[in-house]
Nanobody, 124 residues
Framework: VQLQASGGGLVQAGGSLRLSCAAS????????MGWFRQAPGKERESVSA????????YYADSVKGRFTISTDNARDTVYLQMNGLKPEDTAVYYC??????????????????WGPGTQVTVSS
């Protein structure tokens, strides 16, 4: 499974960004997808996850009501729409693929595949 993330950038507090993660490889549909983030000096933390049917989603408490994860199966792409961004959302965001949604509830220790990070910076 190969993952390619895009869509990061610099935005003012209250603004929006949409991250994209394109998946490829023969077996990527067997994995649930999601996002982690890591801010400078902090541990990696889970953000959100989804299965490819879109019927099961997970959000960290810190992003509930502001972020929305979705899939576009025709494009083999997962999106993370981030609204109401706050300075504390500043981090490198990583797309990930894991065998279980449960793997997205921790720090990502059991995550099998990682994409390159994309920087999100929210100015105050």
């Amino acid at each position: 499974v190969q993952l390619q993330a895009s869509g990061g950038g610099l935005v003012q507090a209250g603004g929006s960004l949409r991250l994209s993660c394109a998946a490829s490889g023969r077996t990527f549909s067997n994995y649930d997808m999601g996002w982690f983030r890591q801010a400078p000096g902090k541990e990696r933390e889970s953000v959100s996850a989804i299965n490819w049917s879109g019927g099961n989603t997970y959000y960290a408490d810190s992003v509930k009501g502001r972020f929305t994860i979705s899939t576009d199966n025709a494009r083999d792409t997962v999106y993370l729409q981030m609204n109401g961004l706050k300075p504390e959302d500043t981090a490198v965001y990583y797309c990930a693929a894991g065998r279980s949604m449960d793997y997205f509830r921790g720090s990502g220790y059991f995550i099998r595949y990682w994409g390159p990070g994309t920087q999100v910076t929210v100015s105050s």
